[in-house]
């Protein structure tokens, strides 16, 4: 159990178009669920945390209106790239808290996202 | 600031070598602290992780990792590292009360068959 399904695993766009991506629990309800950004050869930067039902929290420096993060259910939290311009190519996961299991998070495969 | 820090970027070992990679983390409150291991093409998974109690910490596939208050470590280790090893892992601690987590900047282990 714990699956968290991110999808698309691969997207290429072109700038000035919007993207969306899409982060599931498959078995578990997850109240609270992570975006992260991962740059080339660095850590995984958090970029939000989203709570369903609520506005996300957003970390310093990460654009809310850029980055659009919504949670409307206990299974899904949908990232929405606007207006994706080059520098926003990068390597976005999410992760989820399963209610129960402490603090684990549990981690889907990860988005590419290409903006060309 | 919180932060993580992996002191080693690449590994680069034989099969049956030994293994340690370094995890330093700055923040003087409670922390549960993680190792998670990424394949070539897949999630990230949990190797092990570090609640309370025994500071060492037996994970899967004969990994282990040792808690170190006073230094603010919490370096993983393996005594035979194998070819399917071969992968990034992931220092990652969570910060209490915060929901958050950090992780270090990753550590690629490439072992030669």
């Known amino acids: 159990g714990a699956v968290v399904s991110q999808h698309p695993s691969r997207v290429i766009c072109k700038s000035g178009t919007s993207v969306k991506i899409e982060c599931r629990s498959l078995?578990?309800?997850?109240?609270?669920m992570f975006w992260y950004r991962q740059f080339p050869k660095q850590s995984l930067m958090l970029m939000a945390t989203?709570?369903?039902?609520?506005?996300?929290?957003?970390e310093q420096g990460v654009e809310k209106d850029k980055f659009l993060i919504n949670h409307a259910s206990l299974t899904l939290s949908t990232l929405t790239v606007t207006s994706a311009h080059p520098e926003d190519s990068s390597f976005y996961i999410c992760?989820?808290?399963?209610?129960?299991?402490?603090?684990?998070?549990?981690f889907g495969q990860g988005t590419r996202l290409t903006v060309v | 600031a919180q932060s993580v820090s992996q002191h080693n970027h690449h590994v680069i070992l034989s099969e049956a070598a030994s293994l340690e990679l370094g995890c330093n983390y700055s923040?003087?409150?409670?922390?549960?602290l993680f190792w998670y291991v990424q394949y070539p093409g897949q999630h990230l998974q949990l190797l092990l992780k570090?609640?309370?109690?025994?500071?060492l910490v037996k994970g899967i596939k004969g990994f282990e990792a040792e808690f170190i208050k006073s230094k603010f470590s919490f370096n993983l280790r393996k005594p035979s590292v194998q070819w399917s090893d071969t992968a990034e892992y992931f220092c990652?601690?969570?910060?209490?009360?915060?929901?958050?987590?950090?992780f270090g900047t990753g550590t690629r282990l490439k072992v030669l068959a």
């Open positions: 923040y003087g409150g409670t922390v549960n």
């Open positions: 990652a601690v969570y910060v209490g009360g915060t929901y958050k987590y950090i």
């Open positions: 989203s709570n369903e039902g609520s506005k996300a929290t957003y």
């Open positions: 078995d578990f309800q997850a109240t609270t």
């Open positions: 992760s989820a808290r399963r209610e129960g299991r402490g603090t684990e998070a549990f």
């Open positions: 570090y609640f309370s109690g025994d500071p």
